[in-house]
């Protein structure tokens, strides 16, 4: 059985930093790759960013270049994503996914 646990979203200010975290438990997680997306109130669900089975290929969205950076420890089955100068716009549920899976996802709240 598939489970997916993030962790690490709050309330941050414009400029601030989060680390976000993901627990991947049923699955081979070496052998897949893995994503973060976030969904805005009123928005459609977005990719963030997507990583390679072995962490050497990274694709983001436009949005979040340069700024989050999605990591992979695959001896511990974790999935993170290190977002710095975050903006109110980054406000957002994140989701950890793995094919069609999803976690319960974890509120990035981004305000002063």
């Known amino acids: 059985q598939v489970h997916l646990v993030e962790s690490g979203g709050g309330l941050v200010q414009p400029g601030g930093s989060l680390r976000l975290s993901c627990a991947a438990s049923g699955f081979t997680f070496s052998s897949y790759a893995m994503s973060w997306d976030r969904q805005a109130p009123g928005r459609e669900r977005e990719l963030v960013a997507q990583i390679s089975t072995g962490g050497s290929s990274t694709i983001y969205a436009d949005s979040v270049k340069g700024r989050f950076t999605i990591s992979r420890d695959n001896a511990k089955n974790m999935v993170y994503l290190q977002m710095n100068s975050l903006k109110p716009e980054d406000t957002a549920v994140y989701y950890c996914?793995?094919?069609?899976?999803w976690g319960q996802g974890t509120q990035v709240t981004v305000s002063s």
């Open positions: 996914r793995f094919s069609a899976y």
